[in-house]
């Protein structure tokens, strides 16, 4: 199937294109970080992750969403997902791709990855980071490719292909958890050290993940001659997005009422420079306003059965949520626990070119993967609907020359 990745009109061999000079100019920036160390970056003593952690944070979610995709399908026989969840899982694929080229370029030098294959150390949370992470990208490459396998041939998948399908659903909600434990545990850190904070991060996923993957969805739509992944099973994604965004607003104020509520200072700084500013120091308030702004719009929209119905105003507002949830936790929560530090001083950070060049650069390699993923997929997916169709108007014909030669 690998070589219906090759097939393409003009527009697709543009996109692809398109990513690989990406890729290219974030690949010579990446060998001028190596060259010149994590100086180039914005990063400092006092903000020690920035945009690289971010991302990989964020990453992690859109990864651990394609369970609100298996658990309807697989355990509660919705199938109505049956066309769709395929493309969640190559989803987490992309996105778990991504999220381990965040962890490596951010180390510095690569083979400092060895250290925890060769040192390993359980009572680490970033040991346990590394397994899940793993774990959970070969999960999916099994389930993903091996059901698309039985797509082509119209039969249900293996059965010892069941037992990984299970499997995904816990290690999805624990790949989240751990990258949640790697904040909250950390106690000179006063906004990550929240025992909701694996809630939060798992709320979040399930607003942003399937929101991503019904604007995938549309736009598959859109250029699949056959492929139609089912209205129904849209809207399902949709009212799932609405009530997981609602419950990631609902946590967001409930720290807010801890940190003020208590007064505690420590707790309140954090918030106060995200959403309001400290000492005249506000880079971030205006992007933090913004994503709140952008998730009570969209959670407005889709709780308005007549707005969420129509596709292109159910875009815009899975967009919205999409980009409030990465303000939110792929720019905010990283940075806004660094500053301010533990001495009270506030340090800034602002990305660097050759940083936003490879971050770039990686979302453009995790395109690249999603785009040759779907691009198989919908290969095999609308083969199997001509066939189908095919079949159906032999059928008709064979029935009516039976009729009439009787």
Same mark, same amino acid.
């Given at each position: 199937?690998?070589?219906?990745?090759?097939?393409?009109?003009?527009?697709?061999?543009?996109?692809?294109?398109?990513?690989?000079?990406?890729?290219?100019?974030?690949?010579?920036?990446?060998?001028?970080?190596? $060259?010149?160390?994590?100086?180039?970056? /914005?990063?400092?003593?006092?903000?020690?992750?920035?945009?690289?952690?971010?991302?990989?944070?964020?990453?992690?979610?859109?990864?651990?969403?394609?369970? +609100?995709?298996?658990?309807? +399908?697989? *355990?509660?026989?919705?199938?109505?997902?049956?066309?769709?969840?395929?493309?969640?899982?190559?989803?987490?694929?992309?996105?778990?791709?991504?999220?381990?080229?965040?962890?490596?370029?951010?180390? /510095?030098?690569?083979?400092?990855?060895?250290?925890?294959?060769?040192?390993?150390?359980?009572? $680490?949370?970033?040991?346990?980071?590394?397994?899940?992470?793993? /774990?959970?990208?070969?999960?999916?490459?099994?389930?993903?490719?091996?059901?698309?396998?039985?797509?082509?041939?119209?039969? #249900? #998948?293996?059965?010892?292909?069941?037992?990984?399908?299970?499997?995904?659903?816990?290690?999805?909600?624990?790949?989240?958890?751990?990258?949640?434990?790697?904040?909250?545990?950390?106690?000179?850190?006063?906004?990550?050290?929240?025992?909701?904070?694996?809630?939060?991060?798992?709320?979040?996923?399930?607003?942003?993940?399937?929101?991503?993957?019904?604007? *995938?969805?549309?736009?598959?739509?859109?250029?699949?001659?056959?492929?139609?992944?089912?209205?129904?099973?849209?809207?399902?994604?949709?009212?799932?997005?609405?009530?997981?965004?609602?419950?990631?607003?609902?946590?967001?104020?409930?720290?807010?009422?801890?940190?003020?509520?208590?007064?505690?200072?420590?707790?309140?700084?954090?918030?106060?420079? *995200?959403?309001?500013?400290?000492?005249?120091?506000?880079?971030?308030?205006?992007? +933090?306003?913004?994503?709140?702004?952008?998730?009570?719009? /969209?959670?407005?929209?889709?709780?308005?059965? !007549?707005?969420?119905?129509?596709?292109?105003?159910?875009?815009?507002?899975?967009? *919205?949520?999409?980009?409030?949830?990465?303000?939110?936790?792929?720019?905010?929560?990283?940075?806004?626990?660094?500053?301010?530090?533990?001495?009270?001083?506030?340090?800034?950070?602002?990305?660097?070119?050759?940083?936003?060049?490879?971050?770039?650069?990686?979302?453009?390699?995790?395109?690249?993967?999603?785009?040759?993923?779907?691009?198989? !997929?919908?290969?095999?997916?609308?083969?199997?609907?001509?066939?189908?169709?095919?079949?159906?108007?032999?059928?008709?014909?064979?029935?009516?020359?039976?009729?009439?030669?009787?």
């Amino acid at each position: 199937m690998i070589e219906r990745a090759l097939q393409g009109n003009s527009k697709y061999w543009s996109w692809i294109f398109f990513l690989s000079g990406l890729i290219g100019i974030g690949f010579i920036a990446y060998i001028y970080q190596l $060259s010149y160390g994590l100086g180039v970056t /914005g990063m400092s003593r006092d903000v020690s992750w920035g945009v690289y952690i971010a991302q990989f944070t964020y990453l992690v979610g859109v990864a651990a969403s394609a369970v +609100m995709l298996v658990i309807p +399908m697989y *355990l509660h026989n919705y199938k109505k997902y049956g066309k769709v969840v395929i493309f969640g899982e190559f989803l987490a694929i992309a996105a778990v791709t991504m999220c381990m080229l965040f962890i490596i370029v951010d180390i /510095g030098q690569p083979q400092r990855v060895l250290n925890v294959i060769l040192h390993p150390t359980p009572n $680490s949370i970033l040991f346990w980071d590394m397994i899940v992470l793993n /774990g959970y990208l070969l999960i999916n490459i099994i389930v993903g490719w091996n059901t698309l396998l039985a797509d082509k041939k119209d039969v #249900p #998948p293996a059965g010892w292909v069941k037992f990984f399908i299970y499997l995904s659903i816990p290690w999805a909600v624990s790949i989240h958890t751990v990258t949640a434990f790697l904040y909250a545990g950390l106690p000179g850190r006063h906004l990550w050290l929240t025992a909701i904070m694996a809630p939060r991060f798992l709320a979040s996923a399930f607003a942003s993940g399937p929101s991503l993957l019904i604007l *995938l969805l549309l736009l598959v739509k859109q250029f699949s001659k056959r492929f139609d992944p089912g209205y129904d099973a849209i809207q399902s994604l949709a009212k799932t997005v609405c009530y997981a965004m609602i419950i990631n607003i609902f946590f967001l104020f409930m720290e807010f009422f801890t940190a003020y509520y208590s007064n505690i200072p420590g707790h309140i700084h954090g918030l106060e420079y *995200l959403f309001f500013g400290m000492d005249g120091k506000d880079n971030l308030v205006p992007f +933090m306003r913004v994503s709140l702004l952008f998730g009570f719009s /969209g959670v407005a929209i889709l709780l308005v059965p !007549a707005l969420r119905r129509n596709l292109k105003i159910l875009a815009v507002a899975c967009a *919205l949520i999409f980009m409030g949830t990465y303000i939110d936790k792929g720019v905010g929560l990283v940075i806004g626990g660094f500053v301010p530090n533990p001495f009270e001083n506030i340090t800034e950070y602002y990305p660097t070119l050759p940083e936003l060049a490879i971050t770039i650069a990686i979302w453009s390699i995790g395109a690249l993967i999603l785009t040759i993923l779907y691009k198989i !997929a919908i290969s095999v997916r609308d083969e199997g609907e001509y066939l189908e169709h095919h079949g159906v108007e032999v059928e008709k014909s064979d029935e009516h020359h039976a009729i009439a030669h009787h």
